[in-house]
């Protein structure tokens, strides 16, 4: 029997047993080896071995039969690391192909993150290069058409490649082999498990022959065992570029761009402007925006915070976050977006694709660079920023204001002339950041800064071991009395280091000028920001953080608010979640009473349940566009915009993805 083992949290002096994690649901790992046939192995192994057996007996495979639970059992994973290693969490990104073994070092004291992929013996490797060779082959010269399903027509090619020249290899090699023919040529080929991977915020390359790192939201910055040799690297560089849509090359060496996901992009190729060869750094885009929800459940902003926030934005108040790299300033401006009205037009533009909102009336804009040398085709932040003034948007989000003095103008012009505008700047108080506005290069004139309601500063900061994020300071801006060309700021909500709570220090401009617009006095503005306060509390309390939802919810509220406070009051949500919501027509000028036939609580299980339930009979109410001609011509046009990018990873033959001087696979 072993002993069981604690780890210090993230390097302090709290400890902490071993666990796992299937997804995100944690449970406990065991420690006894188990006796069997063939070599002892720890029970963490056969844990993982009895999923992938599961999968697999559950599953329909297209490509080929199921492998044998014994072929699973003793060629699937090397678990060689365990011997060296303790486990501390784990959990499938790609199951039942690839997983994330976050390992404890006790030598250097130090988390390590592990990929784990099937292993490849000599034959396998042997199938591998051959199907890879033949593969490049028969696409190299194919041509497929725009609307076509460029990752159905590879794998109908690589099943005839497995008919004619490896229809008798066995079940359990091709599905190992059939892995890595897709994950190299229409996924992320050696980080593909990273890029899987929610967790991961930041994946850096450093150079060749050096750990790629990433960094975990939980356990900050780890070493991985996934290392690139020199020629492996520098042609993974090449190919990321062109799964981004863009080239790179020795004689121009450096480039910004963004992956179809949205992800960040930096390149540098070879070593003449680095001394350790190519490398590159993504900064990852979440595939599911962060709520508001969200945001509370972690403490970055209060419950309070938030419903001003929503009030704030209800009523076309401008604001901007301002932060440190990796601070949280785009995540917090798109949750809070959250709360623009659901048929009001917003026009976002960025630099590379990150705002992601639960709005149908929204455009979204996004830089170019030229083409070509003399700069031809470029469509900068401000082209689009003109064009969008054009566009007549109610609410205007830029991603960035950085150095452009032209787009920081316009920016705050658009502020002047009625739009409502939110941004991100880089900086760390509510004093730098008027600093950067006012003085060159961006150089805003004060009355400019006039429009301006909000400034909010986002931190990246320590709890005990723990990096955190946090909303620091919420100050609004006004004209100061005694001098008409200083821009006067007061803090409406602070954070507290020493008790982590986000305080009340000072009474609100913004909500006092919202009362007087409104015609509310003091009880009617309490009693908006209460109701605002009683939903959010509702969707924290019974863990509905999804984005569909969490969007739905704030929009039905727009909509109609004493049918959602209802639905609350009455006290329906019982253990399982079962609760009632009416809704109203999207007609502004309806009455309250001209509402929609409300759902049956009875008929659903969950609060999601519920508000799907609710917008359908919204929609089946007042729904117009469900079969416009827009809509009819792009389903007539079919395809998804990411197929483009398919066939953009070649394979590389023989590459060793794994680190196994150090590590060991």
């Known amino acids: 029997m072993h002993e069981t083992k604690t780890f210090p949290n993230h390097g302090g002096a709290e400890l902490r047993p071993a666990v796992r994690r299937v997804e995100t649901?944690?449970?406990?790992?065991?420690?006894?080896?188990?006796?069997?046939?063939?070599?002892?192995?720890?029970?963490?192994?056969?844990?993982?071995?009895d999923e992938v057996v599961e999968y697999f007996e559950s599953a329909a495979t297209a490509m080929a039969e199921r492998p044998s639970p014994e072929f699973v059992r003793s060629h699937f994973f090397d678990f060689e690391y365990l011997e060296r290693f303790h486990e501390v969490e784990r959990y499938w990104v790609n199951e039942p192909y690839a997983y994330v073994s976050i390992l404890f070092d006790e030598e250097n004291r130090e988390y390590r993150y592990h990929v784990v992929e099937p292993t490849l013996d000599l034959f396998e490797q042997y199938v591998r290069a051959d199907l890879v060779t033949l593969l490049r082959n028969s696409l190299m010269y194919l041509e497929v058409d725009p609307g076509e399903d460029r990752e159905a027509v590879f794998f109908e090619r690589v099943q005839e490649l497995i008919d004619r020249h490896a229809a008798t290899v066995d079940e359990g090699?091709?599905?190992?082999?059939?892995?890595?023919?897709?994950?190299?040529?229409?996924?992320?080929?050696?980080?593909d498990?990273?890029?899987?991977?929610?967790?991961?915020?930041?994946?850096?390359?450093?150079?060749?022959?050096?750990?790629?790192?990433?960094?975990?939201r939980e356990y900050r910055d780890l070493k991985t065992n996934v290392v690139f040799g020199g020629q492996r690297l520098n042609s993974f560089t090449v190919q990321l570029a062109q799964r981004a849509g863009q080239s790179i090359s020795v004689s121009d060496p450096l480039l910004d761009a963004s992956l179809p996901d949205g992800s960040r992009l930096q390149l540098t190729l070879g070593g003449d402007v680095s001394t350790r060869g190519s490398n590159f750094t993504i900064r990852k885009f979440a595939d599911i925006p962060f709520t508001p929800v969200d945001l509370v459940e972690w403490n970055t902003f209060s419950v309070d915070q938030m419903a001003y926030f929503w009030l704030a934005i209800e009523n076309n108040k401008s604001l901007i976050f301002a932060g440190g790299t990796g601070s949280g300033k785009t995540t917090s401006m798109n949750a809070v977006s959250f709360f623009v009205p659901p048929s009001s037009k917003v026009v976002s533009i960025e630099d590379t694709r990150e705002i992601d909102l639960p709005h149908e009336n929204w455009v979204q804009s996004v830089t170019r660079e030229s083409a070509t040398a003399?700069?031809?085709?470029?469509?900068?932040?401000?082209?689009?920023?003109q064009a969008a003034l054009r566009q007549r948007p109610e609410y205007l989000i830029v991603g960035e204001i950085r150095t452009e003095p032209r787009v920081a103008l316009t920016f705050f012009q658009a502020m002047g002339t009625g739009h409502?505008?939110?941004?991100?700047?880089?900086?760390?108080?509510?004093?730098?950041?008027?600093?950067?506005?006012?003085?060159?290069?961006?150089?805003?004139?004060?009355?400019?800064?006039?429009?301006?309601?909000?400034v909010n500063i986002q931190k990246q900061?320590?709890?005990?071991?723990?990096?955190?994020?946090?909303?620091?300071?919420?100050?609004?801006l006004g004209v100061d009395e005694h001098d008409i060309d200083r821009i006067r700021h007061d803090e409406v909500f602070r954070w507290d280091a020493a008790s982590d709570t986000h305080e009340r220090v000072g009474e609100s401009r913004v909500l006092a000028e919202i009362a007087t617009e409104r015609g509310w006095d003091d009880a009617e503005l309490e009693r908006q920001l209460e109701a605002r306060r009683t939903v959010l509390e509702f969707l924290i309390q019974n863990d509905v953080t999804d984005y569909?939802?969490?969007?739905?919810?704030?929009?039905?509220?727009a909509r109609d608010p004493d049918s959602v406070l209802a639905a609350i009051d009455d006290g329906r949500l019982a253990a399982d979640e079962t609760d009632l919501l009416g809704t109203t027509t999207d007609d502004a000028d309806a009455t309250?009473?001209?509402?929609?036939?409300?759902?049956?609580?009875?008929?659903?299980?969950?609060?999601?349940?519920?508000?799907?339930?609710?917008?359908?009979?919204?929609?089946?109410?007042?729904?117009?566009?469900?079969?416009?001609?827009?809509?009819?011509?792009?389903?007539?046009?079919?395809?998804?915009?990411?197929?483009?990018?398919?066939?953009?990873?070649?394979?590389?033959?023989?590459?060793?993805?794994?680190?196994?001087?150090?590590?060991?696979?």
Not at 177 to 189: A, K, P, Q, T
Not at 374 to 383: F, H, K, L
Not at 548 to 557: N, S
């Open 548 to 557: 569909e939802t969490v969007g739905a919810t704030v929009h039905l509220f």
């Open 193 to 216: 498990a990273i890029m899987r991977d929610r967790n991961i915020e930041d994946i850096s390359c450093d150079g060749e022959e050096v750990p790629v790192f990433v960094y975990h």
């Open 173 to 191: 090699t091709l599905h190992k082999v059939l892995y890595y023919l897709e994950r190299d040529f229409l996924n992320y080929g050696p980080i």
């Open 461 to 476: 900061t320590f709890i005990g071991e723990r990096r955190v994020r946090r909303n620091a300071v919420v100050a609004e």
């Open 592 to 665: 309250p009473d001209a509402g929609v036939e409300v759902p049956d609580p009875s008929e659903f299980e969950t609060w999601e349940a519920v508000v799907a339930a609710a917008e359908a009979d919204h929609d089946a109410a007042g729904e117009t566009d469900a079969d416009t001609p827009d809509d009819q011509r792009a389903e007539a046009d079919g395809g998804d915009p990411a197929d483009d990018e398919a066939f953009s990873f070649g394979a590389s033959e023989g590459a060793d993805d794994h680190d196994d001087g150090g590590e060991g696979r």
């Open 374 to 385: 003399d700069g031809r085709g470029e469509v900068s932040m401000y082209n689009l920023l």
């Open 25 to 49: 649901e944690p449970s406990e790992v065991t420690t006894d080896p188990v006796e069997g046939v063939g070599p002892t192995l720890p029970p963490e192994a056969v844990v993982v071995l």
């Open 420 to 454: 409502t505008a939110y941004t991100t700047l880089h900086a760390d108080s509510v004093e730098t950041a008027l600093s950067r506005l006012q003085n060159p290069p961006l150089s805003v004139p004060t009355q400019m800064l006039q429009d301006l309601d909000i």
